[in-house]
């Protein structure tokens, strides 16, 4: 019978010390540095991260920006080396392990145009030649030409167009942009 | 050391034939279970591989967007696949090395059930975008803790084994697949607490759990099932008892601290990942012993990896475990994960983990076990041939080439001068590889589950020898 506590209490030992060193660690560590930072982060923006989530953007795209000197991220224009704070405290957290598309921790200030980010979610072709990103039409409406006198539809490229119909962003469509365009490095109170 | 007396618990010693008759509805559930989540996680597999090459392929519904269906293929093949397989080839092993039957048996189904259940419904809730977000975790919280319980039950159930044996001596398999059921419940239930909840602080705990749930589930559970059938089927003993328990304790030591090597160059503060980094590189050691071990007991018995299909698997599976190990701790130093860090190529070696290791050693396990669970044999050696042949092709050529295309993307990545466009434009040869490879595996899944429904529904004849690709040797 000893043999068998002795096997299952250093089985679990080991586990235990590294559950505290590599997960209860760091959150000691970082966790106050994030919480004292107010982030005021608006309905949308919120919102958007959630659908950014939903959509599994994470499974193409990172928002972790390598520090100078260690890759190219900063010669890419990708922003300067990711700081804890710079996720507005929002999870699940997005840093990501793939970069079949760009780095996304500043597109906001990298491409502001919302109509940009419209036209390129509901179909990234229309604007990035060759592009493997997938298409979100469901974040769109399709609607006839004379519906909805007072919203205006995606200026889309000749061959993406649909005849007598214009596409219009759902709510959802405009949380996502709204997320993507709050990702520009700037944290509140860490201006250097 | 002595055995209990707990009336569900047969504590003198059966012949084998009595164990395996306990053993074989709880057992051939978890398995037939694995192996209906191996099939839909092979659609899901193809689909999102073709995704990625044919982005409009299916793109108009948001269900089946690339950005569900593959972390929904990562979690059936995780938790439905690999683990529930698992947990019916960890039992059975237990119950031969320690010779005792399977206790808990009517739990064990019920909670297989529940399993299943949960699995179909964290299926719906991912494919329809209530996912928790987290790679490796998607299912949300409440659906993960309903099949970590489910494993824990039938943890219990390998503990009540333990402490109920009838032999003296604990045979290394056995250690693997004690640890591997304490581990996973354990991992389990501290990434599913609240307490992680701040973004950088969860990308910790993300990597700290994926990696451990490869390196603290599924490969003791594969390297019990090495240490078991390699001896088993050569017909000698295993080389070294001292290599054996290096090995175990070296990866319990090091493993545990190496999830911060997917971070190298994040948020995450610095020493963190260089302790990862360290525990990574210092997992040569178990790995390098394991090895030895396990080639010192084939070396001069080549000819049987030849003649028997479930050493053919189990050797490719130990093979692979080796050298994904070593290419794991070459990939965490810095000036390598500089390059593959955010490429394909740590896709294929996550592939080679979890296909050439451990889905090979659990096909391996398969075809030694259920021929015993059911009194009947495998219909056709020619089928578990193609099988085998279509799975190590198969995983080969998904893995290579998408490593090379993995370094090319890394290298163009690394160099601001080269358009960005152009890394992704240059891997679409490789992920067109992939999905070429992917339909062999599968080929190769669809041949496995139609002869594991032959063996157990026992359609036809029941054969006179065990399947063994030579006459002139038996498989004990």
């Known amino acids: ?192 | 050391m002595s055995s209990g007396h707990l009336s569900e618990i047969d504590s003198s010693v059966q012949s084998i034939r009595f164990l395996d008759g306990k053993a074989r509805y709880p057992v051939l559930f978890l398995i037939a279970s694995g192996v209906l989540w191996l099939l839909f996680g092979s659609l899901l597999a193809l689909l999102a591989s073709v995704k990625m090459h044919a982005p409009e392929f299916l793109g108009q519904w948001s269900f089946l967007t690339f950005g569900r269906v593959r972390p929904l293929h990562l979690n059936t093949m995780v938790y439905g696949w690999a683990s529930m397989t698992g947990a019916g080839v960890a039992l059975w092993l237990l119950s031969r090395t320690l010779r005792v039957a399977i206790p808990m048996r009517p739990y064990i189904i019920g909670v297989t059930v529940i399993w299943n259940i949960a699995l179909f419904v964290g299926s719906i809730q991912i494919l329809s975008g209530f996912t928790r977000g987290i790679e490796w975790l998607e299912f949300p919280v409440s659906t993960m803790i309903v099949i970590v319980w489910c494993i824990l039950v039938i943890g219990i159930a390998a503990m009540l084994m333990l402490f109920y044996r009838n032999v003296k001596t604990l045979y290394v398999s056995v250690w693997y697949i004690i640890a591997a059921f304490l581990w996973l419940p354990l991992l389990g239930g501290v990434s599913s607490l609240p307490i992680f909840n701040s973004p950088t602080v969860q990308a910790g705990m993300n990597w700290w759990f994926a990696h451990n749930a490869l390196g603290l589930w599924f490969t003791p559970i594969g390297l019990a099932a090495a240490y078991y059938f390699i001896p088993k089927v050569v017909g000698r003993p295993i080389y070294s008892y001292g290599l054996s328990l290096l090995g175990f304790w070296g990866l319990a030591l090091f493993y545990n601290w190496n999830g911060f090597h997917h971070l190298i160059g994040s948020p995450l503060p610095t020493w963190f990942v260089t302790i990862s980094i360290a525990a990574s590189v210092m997992m040569i050691i178990p790995v390098v012993v394991v090895a030895v071990n396990h080639h010192m007991t084939v070396v001069g018995s080549f000819s049987a990896v030849k003649h028997s299909p479930t050493l053919r698997f189990v050797v490719f599976g130990a093979m692979s475990y080796t050298f994904v190990s070593l290419q794991g701790s070459l990939q965490a130093l810095r000036s390598t994960n500089e390059v593959i860090h955010f490429t394909h190529f740590v896709v294929a070696h996550a592939h080679i983990g979890m296909y050439a290791f451990v889905t090979m050693m659990l096909f391996g396990s398969c075809y030694y076990i259920l021929p015993r669970l059911t009194n009947w044999e495998w219909q056709s050696h020619k089928l578990i041939k193609a099988h085998f042949w279509l799975s190590a092709i198969g995983i080969i050529l998904y893995t290579v080439p998408l490593q090379i295309g993995g370094v090319l993307q890394g290298l163009a990545m690394n160099n601001p001068d080269i358009p960005f466009m152009d890394t992704m434009n240059l891997t679409i040869p490789y992920l067109i590889a992939r999905s070429v490879a992917g339909v062999l595996l599968t080929a190769g899944h669809l041949i496995f589950a139609y002869l594991v429904v032959r063996i157990v529904s026992k359609v036809g004849l029941r054969p006179e020898a065990p399947t063994i690709w030579k006459k002139t040797l038996k498989e004990t």
């Open chain 1, 1 to 192: 019978m000893v043999r068998n506590w002795i096997l299952l209490f250093g089985i679990i030992a080991v586990f235990a010390i590294a559950m505290v060193g590599l997960t209860i660690l760091p959150k000691l560590v970082v966790d106050p540095r994030v919480e004292a930072v107010d982030y005021g982060n608006t309905f949308e923006i919120v919102q958007g991260h959630a659908i950014y989530v939903r959509e599994g953007c994470i499974y193409c795209h990172s928002m972790q920006v390598r520090p100078e000197g260690f890759g190219a991220d900063f010669e890419r224009g990708w922003g300067r080396a990711s700081e804890a704070e710079d996720y507005r405290n929002l999870t699940p957290h997005l840093l990501g392990t793939m970069r079949t598309g760009p780095d996304l921790s500043n597109i906001g200030s990298r491409q502001p145009s919302v109509d940009w980010h419209m036209i390129h979610l509901y179909q990234p072709r229309a604007v990035s030649e060759g592009s493997i990103m997938p298409p979100y039409p469901w974040l769109f409406e399709v609607v006839n030409e004379t519906a909805r006198p007072n919203r205006e539809g995606l200026s889309l490229p000749e061959e993406y167009r649909i005849p007598g119909k214009k596409v219009i962003p759902t709510d959802e469509a405009r949380y996502l942009v709204a997320f993507l365009l709050s990702l520009n490095q700037q944290v509140p109170g860490m201006e250097d």
